[in-house]
């Protein structure tokens, strides 16, 4: 292919005129957005009175940003293309917003900003300003699903919207600071996992301009060659264009943009053709650009354009500086203003004629605003997954392995609407049963041995999470629906990740035309008290405590003590709209308490009183028990049982509490308890022996209004660990039923002194049960192999 030729014939000279004009009109209403209180359109002089007293915002990437907006709008229009753009530069917020104004969705969505000079101050205005809009691509910007304060994730979200769209190109624009993280970095190899039969493509952008805020880029400044090997070593077809000289880069461009569009449409045809589907070799672009083009190239005699100079405001000072507000209307007039907007403001008809129309719109394309294409899930009934319980305690079945045929036929239902995401990690936490019905998704190379492995495949594992998180939140935004299984001590690592989906699902509460999403579904197993084997770097239950930080509208915590509370809670979660829903549960085989029925009506409640292994009947309790998490479940159970058996004149009340919300005041989370409720079932004035599945001051905080708090007494994880066993870990953490025993001992008025022997008993009870694992190297039986007995039966161990 003559590519010097091919350069040449993409754009007539009239296509490049209008393309020139429409990228101008964007770079001077990013420039405005910056800098302008009024006098939009350089009707006068600019004054002082004319400029924001504070600038903020971030130029240096804008006209890279303006100019791919406009050749991808080029070829919307040439190709009649559905497509959206996901923007990594985040600060390149005033350019995107030019091109939503531009194209008329800005004023469709905000009708007090209208296309015209009136409009036009108004958004200038508002950007960066108090009242107004952030400075990055933020929720408040119509066709955008990231807003990229925070940098690493454009790529993995890119891929998750382009997942099970095959009609969709998701152009990305990766910055080369951005290019430095390591999520962005692990981000390349998604195409390993997109199959170019039943998903959409992905075109990347890397967008070389030279410099992050004080700093060249890696990326930058490697030898083209390293950089077009890393490139291809990630499974692209690179391209370069280069250059300073507009007329030359938009020619370049518009053949390029032209060629990737052309190769990613024959690997879908040639993929969805009926033949074998392999992992094609991608088609993305790389754009090395000045930083800052088009602005001034020197401020006071220092170079700016091209330089880290121009990565926020090129001029500061201008309301106190003549020569500053001078180069500034220099710099506005030079894109011509008088050329491109009417008498009215209004951009002229050649610009607005330009863009797509309608749904064509990436500011408009419906998966952008992904509640609007959501739809329900076909959730088979969950209660016919359950597994009898004649007694309490029976059967013992692990948690996540009961949920799994749910899920298989959750995923058998929703073939083009659900999947599973998981770090390596699906079978490892039970989960197993889903592979019944699909594969791991995969479209690398495959070796007799390898287990379920598919182009086809609705389960995205790969070893970051990093990957699985944008992946979701990508595949969320875009109106599906999925769940993130993990370890529970390493999905911290995502901690970050998950603030920006909650700053997001927060701010698009309040937005009247952003319909909510599906939520973000959490499952952590492989938890904290049962990483005995692993050890000490595997036990970490803080990530609900991260969680509960964010807004109360937003997040919902759930430990479920059982399976058949399990298939409840994931149910629910599965058909909620806007939350993270975060949810704990065992994998290891543990006693079952609750009947199907049970369970939902207790899942339903959020807590309340197992009145099965209460005895205090109509009466005040003495001591409350409560208990949170399924290993907390269990301990407190034994320790229930310990005490009717030894002190059965002592009334106990044992309340579970399966939704960690509910602790909370009404007034401060939705599911809270008003206090009235609270004190009817935790007593006003009793003694509460509360065990918690995480760290126990997460309880006292929850609690702290509450009038009886002071009675309150919280056991749950100390960061004591190591490799052990499973009950030498909670008596390390003084979590067990021996130590829950003491504690009502030690916190019942009166109860001291005649439970002396059973205190001490108690002690010598811990004492022993750590000698057996010193010398056995496993738990006594006596204490592993506790089942709970309805009626008290002297010789129950």
Request: charged share 25%; hydrophobic share 40%; aromatic share 8%.
């Amino acid at each position: 292919m003559d590519t010097a030729l091919d350069v040449q014939r993409a754009l007539t000279d009239d296509e490049l005129r209008r393309l020139d004009a429409y990228w101008r009109a964007a770079n001077y209403l990013t420039v405005g957005q910056i800098y302008l209180l009024g006098n939009p359109l350089l009707r006068e002089p600019l004054t002082r009175d004319d400029i924001k007293p504070r600038l903020l915002g971030h130029w240096g990437t804008s006209p890279g940003l303006n100019l791919i907006y406009a050749h991808l709008n080029r070829v919307i229009v040439a190709r009649d293309l559905n497509a959206m753009l996901v923007t990594g530069p985040g600060h390149g917020g005033p350019a995107i917003v030019a091109n939503t104004w531009l194209e008329g969705t800005w004023s469709e969505r905000y009708h007090d900003v209208a296309r015209d000079e009136t409009g036009m101050a108004r958004l200038f205005r508002q950007f960066s300003f108090p009242g107004g809009i952030p400075s990055h691509v933020a929720a408040d910007v119509p066709g955008s699903i990231h807003e990229g304060g925070e940098l690493g994730y454009a790529l993995s979200h890119a891929y998750g919207a382009a997942f099970d769209h095959p009609d969709l190109v998701v152009a990305c624009v990766v910055g080369d600071g951005e290019a430095e993280t390591g999520p962005l970095a692990g981000s390349w190899l998604s195409n390993v996992f997109l199959n170019p039969a039943r998903d959409g493509a992905v075109l990347p952008i890397l967008h070389l301009n030279g410099y992050k805020i004080a700093n060249p880029t890696v990326l930058s400044r490697i030898p083209e060659t390293d950089l077009l090997d890393l490139m291809r070593g990630s499974g692209y077809e690179p391209y370069v264009v280069a250059g300073d000289d507009p007329s030359v880069v938009h020619r370049a461009l518009a053949a390029t943009m032209d060629r990737a569009l052309d190769e990613i449409a024959a690997i879908q045809r040639e993929a969805r053709s009926g033949g074998v589907v392999e992992r094609p070799r991608w088609p993305m672009i790389i754009l090395r650009t000045p930083k800052g083009w088009t602005g001034p190239r020197e401020v006071d005699g220092t170079e700016v354009e091209g330089t880290y100079r121009a990565h926020q405001v090129p001029l500061s000072g201008v309301r106190d500086n003549p020569a500053h507000l001078a180069e500034l209307e220099r710099w506005l007039r030079s894109y011509r203003p008088e050329e491109l907007f009417d008498a009215t403001g209004a951009p002229v008809d050649e610009l607005r004629t330009l863009p797509p129309t309608g749904d064509r719109r990436m500011s408009a394309n419906p998966v952008t605003n992904g509640g609007v294409v959501l739809r329900d899930l076909d959730l088979p009934d969950f209660s016919e997954y359950g597994v009898d319980v004649p007694e309490p305690g029976q059967p013992m079945a692990g948690a996540t392995g009961v949920l799994g045929p749910w899920i298989r036929d959750v995923i058998t239902a929703n073939p083009q609407t659900f999947r599973l995401f998981g770090p390596d990690e699906v079978a490892s936490n039970r989960l197993g049963a889903a592979f019944e019905a699909t594969d791991r998704a995969w479209m690398a190379a495959t070796v007799p041995g390898d287990d379920h492995l598919s182009p086809d495949g609705r389960v995205m594992e790969v070893l970051s999470e990093h990957l699985c998180q944008g992946w979701l939140e990508g595949y969320l935004l875009t109106g599906r629906h999925g769940v993130f299984t993990s370890y529970e001590a390493f999905i911290h690592i995502v901690d970050s990740m998950l603030n920006q989906h909650a700053k997001w699902l927060k701010v698009t509460r309040a937005i009247p035309w952003r319909q909510p999403i599906a939520s973000l579904n959490y499952l952590l197993s492989s938890h904290v008290w049962r990483q005995d084997h692993n050890g000490f770097s595997h036990q970490d239950p803080g990530f609900i405590d991260h969680v509960v930080n964010k807004k109360a509208e937003v997040v919902r915590v759930y430990l479920p003590p059982d399976a058949n509370t399990l298939l409840a809670t994931m149910d629910h979660c599965l058909r909620s709209r806007h939350y993270i829903n975060v949810v704990v549960a065992g994998k290891q085989p543990a006693p079952n308490w609750l009947t199907m029925n049970e369970a939902i009506q207790h899942t339903r409640r959020g807590l309340g009183i197992w009145e099965w292994a209460s005895n205090d009947d109509d009466s005040e309790p003495d001591v409350v028990l409560a208990c949170c998490g399924d290993v907390p479940t269990l301990e407190t159970l034994a320790a229930a049982d310990l005490l009717r058996r030894h002190l059965p004149d002592l009334k106990v009340r044992l309340v579970n509490v399966v939704d960690l919300m509910r602790l909370q005041p009404d007034t401060e989370h939705p599911h809270g308890l008003p206090d009235s409720e609270f004190d009817t079932i935790f007593t006003p004035d009793r003694p509460v022996i509360f065990a918690y599945h995480g760290y126990p001051w997460l309880i006292h905080r929850l609690t702290y209004r509450r009038s009886n708090h002071d009675n309150l007494h919280v056991r749950g994880y100390k960061e004591e660990g190591t490799t052990t066993t499973p009950f030498d870990m909670v008596m390390l953490n003084d979590l067990d039923r021996f130590h829950l025993v003491i504690d009502v001992i030690d916190r019942v008025p009166g109860l001291g002194a005649r439970a002396a022997h059973l205190r001490q008993r108690m002690v010598d009870a811990r004492q022993a049960a750590r000698d057996y694992t010193r010398r056995y190297g496993e738990d006594d039986p006596q204490v592993a192999e506790w089942r709970w007995v309805r009626e008290t039966d002297p010789t129950n161990p």
